[in-house]
């Protein structure tokens, strides 16, 4: 059973346009969310951040949406750019253990 | 270096074989993990050291799996009896105390193929 979804394997996008990657979980007792981008022939590389205790964290042109009665949190990317190009991993983790449950991942492509 | 290096970055192997993986993390930290990426799939925790603590081996699938840290830095993930649905790629992280606040680096993985 998997307790956090990415429902969308793909996703492109207009460079300059903004990207909306999406993310649901079931676990109920997570508190934590992260989002990890992934290059071809790389390890995954930490990109945002989220405690459930808010709802928003932003960072440049990065930003997470927390919505925790629905259970989504989605990452917005504006401008998006060709270097974003990348397979944008969720994770969720609760009551501060190691272990991080990963979704299957969205491969964003950013055309010029 | 500056960064975590896994070795060997593509390992084949025949099915019954035993493996051993290789992990150093960054200099200095003292929290290690291991995770796989199946094909289609999102990674899989399999377990995470801290310091001199016990590790959590919470998500290791099987008993043919063990992993150690040595001196605090260099771990080995070990595979017995290898079987064609552990084919996978094989990453470690490393962090500088471990906690979610704190970045967890990924090296490149090593791709096991089973055949």
């Known amino acids: 059973d998997q307790q956090v979804k990415q429902n969308s394997p793909s996703l492109s996008v207009q460079e300059g346009r903004i990207s909306i990657l999406n993310c649901d979980y079931t676990?109920?007792?997570?508190?934590?969310f992260l989002w990890y981008k992934k290059y071809p022939a790389e390890g995954p590389t930490f990109l945002i951040s989220?405690?459930?205790?808010?709802d928003k964290n932003e960072d440049g042109r990065f930003t997470v949406f927390l919505n925790k009665s629905a259970k989504h949190l989605s990452l917005h990317i504006v401008p998006s750019q060709p270097g974003d190009s990348a397979v944008y991993f969720c994770?969720?983790?609760?009551?501060?253990?190691?272990?991080?449950?990963f979704g299957k991942g969205t491969k964003l492509t950013v055309n010029p | 270096g500056a960064g975590v290096s896994q070795s060997p970055s593509n390992k084949v192997t025949e099915k019954g074989k035993d493996v051993e993986l290789r992990c150093d993390p960054i200099?200095?930290?003292?929290?290690l993990y291991w995770y796989r990426q199946s094909l289609g799939q999102g990674l899989e925790f399999l377990i995470y050291f801290q310091g001199n603590s016990a590790p959590d081996k919470s998500g290791l699938p099987s008993d043919r799996f063990s992993a150690e840290r040595t001196g605090g830095s260099v771990s080995t993930l070990t595979i017995q009896r290898t079987q064609q649905e552990d084919s996978a790629v094989y990453l470690c992280?490393?962090?500088?105390?471990?906690?979610?606040?704190?970045?967890?680096?990924f090296g490149q993985g090593t791709r096991l193929t089973v055949v």
């Open positions: 200099s200095g930290h003292t929290a």
């Open positions: 994770a969720a983790s609760q009551g501060g253990s190691e272990k991080l449950v």
């Open positions: 989220i405690s459930s205790i808010k």
């Open positions: 992280a490393s962090s500088l105390t471990g906690g979610l606040n704190t970045e967890a680096f």
């Open positions: 676990n109920s007792m997570f508190d934590y």
